[in-house]
């Protein structure tokens, strides 16, 4: 039990240390959120708005950075994530809440697909080495140095604006009501064929690519050579002596991945104009926003620490050595 | 290997399926009756339809301009404002009593009639909750005379103020309102030509308003605001003919519009008179010696920057006062009533300089009476939606050094030059001024004296830190005078003459708007040839341009 012991003192240090970051990244960028809504509004404003949004964002020019620290823990614990600057008055909550499950579902299914698909990719691809299966190394190299809003780009103009088999933007048909009705579900999933293709062909083969790259090694190990010489069935050989060992590094790459669920979509959300969080997180940036920042930065570090602990567990469970240590 | 590659394939059969089956199911298919609107690339929506609130409009994508209505509308191609709400209006008191006549046939869309204790109660509510008064009215107070008139007091001269800009709300729904600050209004009740139907975060249906006092308006029953993440997928939804109306920035319309010639139009125009000025830094040597300001205007063909510098996107401007020749011809002065900007002119430019005691230097570079190089450097921002500035200074750097100006240029990234330039850390950039239609606001941003500030102390106006004791009571005189008076012409008069002898600013080019639809469903888009409006969706004319449309008879 030390070893899960260690692991959650670490994190509650990474938290602490990832929540603080938090606040402070927000406040070291150059002007504030009043700057940048008379910003939006260039010229059409007269100087007495400045005034007039320092009041209404609550915002206190003489207020001590220490003092709004305090303030935020106490908001923090009380789970009040304040109200938003970009679409003020509306509370961050409110705005997460309406974003956050289109980029779970969308990149959260994704992520998993392309994970496992690649993975199981990569140890067919790793024992079958030295073959003609591997001809699918330099395309595999090739898709993954691909950027997915790039790929994005090609996708909308060829199967979108050119063939027109699928729609060019939004989350669903602007025609439709949300609702579970077959029609609704039917148009939702349209609309998600085309970002999660944008993403799936290069996280597919970096998952493959590094999959493969490490049963190769692992096929290479005296263990697998003693297994095959007992004449054990080939699957036992490569899924039980091989995969087992080669898998670890490829589950804290899921880990990894899954933090960035939330804030790596941005490129792909914003070419197809997904109604999404990495759209909403682009914006509270661009407005300086700080209590949406705080809150969707929040949820970015949470699902980062809590992959990785499970990450953690899967290790404990995948790798006997961490049970003893 | 190969059968995952099956399985993909009959996913996405299966959803291919699924979507064309929605594809036909779709409700609207008589075309006309919808019309498809992306305001600007907003992000995903959230319901807040507060219109006191500065910068709500744009979390609801702009639906709230056809909802909620000003008192009066703005004409941006005319520079004037036109009756809307209020049907007249009148100052007294000197100018410190505004007294508002409103139109007896609005109603709420709720069936209650509008009247004048709708427009006090909302100025009061401006003057009892600061947070709202993003116009800084110096309200006194306001009142109902009459059940079609409000008054409303202010403690000095307001002549000048945009007083029409803040829109009425209901009494009768706000005054049970705590805090109008923080307050979403979910559930607008306006005047305008729409109502609220349904709304999600990404798309919202407005419905005609059934008692709306244009009777008869709007032909368009139904307008969907959609909502979008960028220009990119804004275009490419227009071509694929998905949404009517976009406003775009920062995109070749012409290239736009190839694409689909028959359906797309556009309308490239000033919006409103805002002007990209070359604001030269007063404090920074030799930056306020008026010779060099005079002679880098004169250095600058501005025809030459707006057609290769930013594509012919933003237009020149033309009189040395920075005021619109067209919209605003009434109010040049007639000294400078036919005076324009000419061609470049470095001989002349150089001439000045070697007056001021300037010398050429052998590298083509002139030197400061003091022997420095003439070496400055304009800070500008990497992108701004307003113009491509660094595109355009590209231009203006080779007509400078013609005239003997070395000018380099610097980049930051928007926030950051942003506060370099509010605080005064440089010595030439470029900002937009204006776009409003009140010529005291263009003025008072250049020449305010009460907020000149010394560098490093953060302005709103008068970035260019310029001193002149005329500017401050000629501005007073301004604010104290009445439209078309003869406090208004001496102070006009005044102060473009200030504009063109002193050059405290470098007039350049007009910020562009740019409106892009389709004409296959609804027409009636306004355009050169019929300019009733701006053609931007996220303008508060936006309401005028939705009752003008007319759907297309499918044959």
Do not use: Q, S
């Given at each position: 039990m030390h070893f899960l012991l260690r692991r959650a003192i670490f994190y509650l240090i990474a938290a602490w240390a990832a929540i603080t970051t938090n606040f402070i990244l927000p406040r070291l960028m150059p002007g504030g959120p009043v700057e940048a809504v008379m910003a939006r509004h260039e010229g059409q404003l007269s100087d007495q708005a400045v005034n007039a949004l320092h009041i209404a964002f609550g915002?206190?020019?003489?207020?001590s950075m220490w003092s709004e620290y305090v303030e935020y823990w106490r908001n923090l614990f009380t789970g009040n994530l304040g109200l938003s600057f970009t679409y003020f008055p509306t509370p961050v909550s409110t705005v997460i809440a309406h974003a956050l499950p289109w980029t779970l579902v969308l990149l959260g299914v994704v992520t998993l697909v392309e994970w496992i698909l690649g993975t199981f990719a990569g140890i067919v691809v790793g024992w079958r080495r030295g073959t003609w299966v591997d001809a699918v190394l330099p395309l595999g190299a090739f898709l993954r140095g691909i950027p997915h809003f790039w790929m994005g780009l090609v996708i909308v103009t060829v199967f979108a604006v050119t063939l027109d088999w699928f729609p060019v933007s939004g989350g669903y048909s602007s025609d439709l009501l949300p609702n579970v009705s077959v029609p609704f579900v039917g148009s939702v999933l349209y609309h998600a064929v085309l970002p999660a293709l944008a993403m799936v062909v290069g996280s597919l083969a970096t998952h493959m690519l590094s999959m493969r790259n490490m049963m190769v090694t692992t096929l290479s190990e005296d263990y697998v050579l003693v297994a095959e010489a007992k004449g054990l069935h080939r699957r036992r050989v490569m899924l039980s002596y091989g995969a087992r060992n080669a898998i670890l590094p490829n589950v804290a790459g899921f880990a990894l991945q899954l933090g960035f669920v939330v804030s790596g979509a941005l490129l792909v959300e914003k070419v197809f104009s997904y109604p999404g969080i990495g759209y909403v997180l682009f914006q509270a940036v661009h407005n300086q926003d700080y209590p949406l920042l705080q809150g969707i930065l929040l949820i970015t570090t949470f699902t980062v620490l809590i992959a990785s602990f499970l990450a953690d567990l899967a290790f404990f469970a995948l790798d006997p050595r961490t049970r003893e240590a | 290997m190969i059968n995952a590659v099956q399985r993909i394939a009959a996913v996405v059969g299966v959803l291919l399926l699924l979507g064309a089956c929605t594809a036909k199911t779709n409700p609207d298919a008589n075309p006309g009756v919808t019309v498809k609107v992306a305001g600007a690339a907003s992000g995903p929506f959230v319901r807040g339809y507060n219109p006191l609130l500065l910068g709500a409009a744009n979390g609801a994508g702009y639906s709230t301009q056809s909802i909620y209505e000003p008192l009066l509308q703005e004409d941006f191609a005319k520079g004037v404002t036109r009756p809307w709400l209020a049907e007249s209006f009148r100052w007294g008191d000197g100018g410190k009593s505004l007294t508002v006549e409103l139109r007896k046939d609005v109603t709420w869309s709720d069936g209650q009639p509008l009247t004048g204790e709708d427009v006090a109660f909302t100025f009061e509510l401006l003057r009892k909750f600061p947070g709202l008064n993003t116009n800084g009215y110096p309200l006194a107070g306001a009142e109902a005379p009459g059940p079609n008139t409000a008054q409303i007091r202010f403690t000095e001269p307001s002549y000048q103020l945009m007083w029409w800009r803040t829109t009425p709300v209901p009494k009768h729904l706000w005054k049970e309102v705590k805090d109008p600050v923080t307050y979403a209004n979910k559930n607008p009740v306006g005047t305008g030509p729409y109502r609220l139907k349904s709304f999600t975060s990404q798309v919202i249906t407005l419905e005609k308003n059934p008692g709306y006092w244009q009777k008869g308006l709007p032909a368009v029953k139904t307008v969907r605001y959609i909502a979008f993440d960028s220009s990119s997928s804004m275009i490419a939804a227009l071509q694929a003919g998905e949404v009517d109306w976009i406003g775009a920035t920062g995109v070749d319309a012409a290239a736009v519009a190839k694409l689909d010639p028959k359906s797309i139009g556009y309308w490239n125009t000033k919006p409103n008179p805002a002007v990209v000025m070359v604001i030269p830094n007063h404090s920074v040597y030799p930056l306020n010696l008026p010779e060099v300001r005079q002679a880098m205007s004169l250095a600058l063909d501005r025809t030459v920057i707006s057609k290769i510098g930013t594509g012919g996107q933003n237009a020149p401007v033309e009189s040395p006062t920075g005021l619109d020749v067209e919209s605003r011809a009434d109010l040049l002065a007639p000294a400078y009533a036919d005076l324009r900007y000419g061609s470049a002119d470095p001989a002349g430019a150089k001439r000045l300089l070697t007056g001021a005691g300037f010398t050429m230097g052998p590298d083509g570079v002139f030197r400061t009476p003091?022997?420095?190089?003439l070496s400055l450097t304009m800070l500008l921002p990497t992108n701004n939606p307003f113009g491509d500035f660094v595109r355009a200074s590209k231009v203006m750097v080779k007509q400078w050094a013609a005239a003997g100006i070395e000018v380099k240029v610097k980049t930051e990234q928007q926030s950051a030059w942003r506060e370099d330039t509010e605080l005064g850390t440089f010595d030439l950039t470029m900002r937009p001024n204006g776009g409003t239609p009140a010529v005291y606001d263009f003025f008072n941003r250049i020449f305010s004296q009460e907020l000149l500030v010394e560098p490093g102390k953060r302005t709103q106006r008068n970035y260019e830190r310029y001193k002149n004791p005329e500017a401050g009571p000629l501005l007073k005189l301004y604010a104290s005078s009445a439209a078309r008076s003869a406090g208004e012409r001496e102070a006009l008069a005044g102060l473009q003459k200030l504009m063109v002898e002193d050059v405290p600013v470098i007039p350049l080019m007009f910020t562009a708007g740019l409106g892009l639809w389709r004409t296959d469903r609804v027409t009636g888009f306004p355009s050169e040839s019929n300019p009733y409006a701006v053609p931007l969706p996220n303008s508060v004319n936006s309401e005028i341009v939705l009752t003008k449309l007319r759907p297309v008879r499918s044959p």
């Open positions: 915002l206190d020019p003489n207020a | 003091k022997g420095a190089k």
